[in-house]
């Protein structure tokens, strides 16, 4: 008697038409069981598939009608699945949806995409085929950006066709799509502001939030972060206000996960200006300007702001942006905003110089002039007025009152005068050390010696500046005064260490302060010499290079003062002489140096002097002998 492992092993020996025809008589029975079902529907699955990949039609329909009646038990999965796809394959179009699937596997991508279309196209728009069609829409599209000459019209249309299909959002296929319109936007040639709203940001996967890293362990902006730049970007300067109120949401939640990006707060600021919100906008402007004082664009943007509320500092801040760049294929709409705002306040010849300039400046390069120029230069006021020869002492009248932007809320804090220095390559561009008073040793900070546009007296006198940290942690110093004081250097506190080195080759002493407070001064920097022991007082600052915190000597001189016992001991002890270096019973390292000077030998008892030493070998600190005081023999 046929059982239906019987038809399972006829199957599996790979004949497949007698175990059909085995599965046949089973399933004809009255009393079928489950795994008689399930023989018949394995022996209909393979036929299926066999006829599907040989082109057979003729039998294909009656074999999936059969498949179709099966009452199958729900729970095992495998089988349902496979049922799905074998009746999936009985699909009229199966033959042409085979063969695209081979198109794509070879990479002819155009030669899928129109066989996709063609189905699509016949009434077949099942979600399968819109997404198969969709893929390949993403890969011919992908290929025109990486192809040369690049075709972006070409892969714009192809991802405007995308975006008309009904497929799964969101999706790894969806977040293909954003990327490849975002490398499109990146080459300006993309309105992000309006591709972001037709894409849908709500879409956005959580992966597509994660920074990027790449192989050297460098990262990189996220997806939506970069997108949400681009869209915001692009909405600003195209005036779309119903696109940057719909990006607001998530630029603020980029802001949260990414507090560190400050062009999301440029976004931010542009968002809001333009809706009208000109207050919040401020204070994101505010810290935008703060990180980029020297750039005219963050300073236009101030005066922006103020346009609603305040014409005399958005004039102040358009003066400042106008100090910070003088090329004028930049700041020509500065140059536009601020005429305007002259000329509305009486300095009508003030104005005209900003035209004139702009208006050369086209001419003589061949450029297109403005309709804001022609338009001015049109008015009467321009009409009747006389150009002044030059604008840079108005710029600075005003730009102090935009200045006073940055640190109209913050507390002054006292400093000292340092010294003046050039960089190797800018000997026309004088530096100058500032220091500020902290919590702990002052910090020193580098200004250009420009800032000072007062009479600041001779190194140590007193200041006191208005300043704050930026997100790159540097600190910006804003304002800088003259400050009252009996006392130069009077914000550090002298401080007794010990020179525990002197490197008279290099010309250097090393002095230690403590076990986290140490550095060199070299010779030139010394009012009298020392030798290895002494006593120094010092002032000390704190500054920053690539190593991480440095400590400077600002003054060093010869002390009386007792050196702190946490640096330099006495001690007592018999020594071990080995190879010319010396060991104590507690501890104490005695340098070969000293075992010589001293005609130290095994066994003798020593008294002397050690400091602090840090052994960098073993990565521990210890204690070096500095100085001997008496060396006995140990013999009885």
């Not at 692009?234 to 109120?245: A, K, Q, R």
């Not at 010092?538 to 000597?553: D, E």
Request: charged share 25%; with cysteine; proline share 3%.
């Amino acid at each position: 008697m046929i059982t239906s492992r019987d038809v399972f092993s006829t199957r599996k020996e790979g004949k497949l038409d007698d175990a059909y025809k085995m599965a046949v008589e089973l399933i004809s029975k009255p009393d079928n069981d489950e795994w008689d079902i399930k023989a018949f529907a394995w022996c209909l699955i393979d036929l299926i598939k066999r006829e599907a990949q040989s082109g057979n039609s003729e039998n294909i329909y009656h074999y999936s009608d059969q498949l179709r009646k099966l009452n199958i038990d729900v729970s095992d999965k495998i089988l349902i699945d496979q049922r799905e796809y074998a009746l999936k394959l009985c699909n009229p179009n199966n033959q042409e949806i085979l063969k695209a699937k081979s198109l794509s596997k070879k990479g002819d991508h155009y030669g899928a995409l129109n066989l996709y279309k063609g189905i699509y196209n016949n009434g077949n728009q099942s979600i399968d085929i819109q997404t198969s069609l969709a893929w390949e829409l993403y890969r011919v599209a992908k290929g025109m950006t990486e192809q040369i000459p690049v075709n972006f019209n070409g892969a714009k249309r192809f991802i405007n066709d995308y975006l008309k299909l009904n497929t799964e959002k969101p999706s790894l296929l969806h977040t293909c799509i954003l990327q490849l319109a975002d490398k499109i936007a990146k080459e300006g040639r993309l309105n992000m502001g309006a591709f972001a709203r037709l894409w849908g940001l709500e879409n956005l996967r959580s992966e597509d939030y994660e920074p990027y890293i790449s192989d050297d362990g460098k990262s990189y902006p996220s997806l939506a972060e970069r997108v949400i730049q681009h869209a915001s970007k692009d909405s600003f300067t195209n005036d779309v206000y119903e696109e940057l109120i719909y990006l607001l949401p998530y630029i603020n939640d980029c802001i949260d996960r990414y507090p560190d990006n400050i062009w999301l707060k440029l976004s931010k600021s542009r968002a809001l200006m333009a809706t009208q919100q000109s207050n919040e906008a401020f204070s994101y402007a505010l810290e935008v300007v703060k990180n980029k004082v020297n750039d005219y664009w963050a300073w236009e943007l101030l005066g922006d702001i103020h346009q609603s509320n305040s014409l005399d500092l958005a004039t102040a801040c358009y003066c400042k942006a106008l100090l910070c760049s003088k090329d004028i294929n930049f700041v020509g709409k500065v140059k536009i905003k601020l005429a305007l705002l002259l000329s509305k306040n009486g300095l009508t010849s003030e104005a005209k110089l900003e035209v004139d300039q702009l208006f050369n400046y086209r001419s003589e390069n061949n450029q297109k002039i403005p309709e804001s120029v022609e338009m001015l230069m049109h008015s009467s006021w321009y009409q009747d007025a006389i150009s002044c020869k030059s604008n840079h002492q108005l710029y600075l009248e005003k730009a102090i009152h935009a200045e006073e932007l940055l640190y109209s809320n913050l507390p002054w804090i006292k400093a000292v005068l340092g010294d003046t220095f050039f960089i190797e390559g800018k000997k026309d561009k004088a530096k100058r050390k500032i220091y500020i008073q902290s919590s702990s040793l002052p910090m020193e900070v580098t200004i250009p010696e420009s800032k000072l546009t007062f009479y600041s007296g001779k190194l140590g006198a007193a200041l006191k500046i208005k300043g704050e940290f930026d997100r790159e942690k540097r600190f910006q110093i804003y304002a800088i005064e003259h400050r009252d004081s009996n006392e130069d250097w009077d914000i550090f506190e002298q401080q007794v260490g010990i020179v525990d080195h002197v490197n008279k080759e290099k010309k250097l002493i090393h002095f230690m302060i403590s076990r986290t407070i140490d550095g060199i001064i070299h010779f030139s920097g010394l009012s009298e010499m020392f030798e290895e022991g002494d006593a120094i007082l010092l002032r000390l600052a704190t500054y920053t290079s690539r190593q991480g915190i440095n400590y400077r000597a600002l003054t060093s001189g010869k002390t009386t003062r007792p050196i702190p016992s946490n640096i330099l001991k006495s001690f007592s002890s018999a020594v071990r002489e080995e190879n010319g270096m010396g060991f104590t019973d507690d501890g104490i390292f005695i340098p070969p140096p000293l075992i010589t000077k001293k005609n130290i030998i095994d066994g003798n008892f020593i008294t002397g002097h050690a400091v602090l030493n840090y052994n960098k070998k073993r990565s521990e600190w210890g204690w070096k002998a500095i100085s001997i005081d008496e060396v006995k023999s140990n013999s009885i």
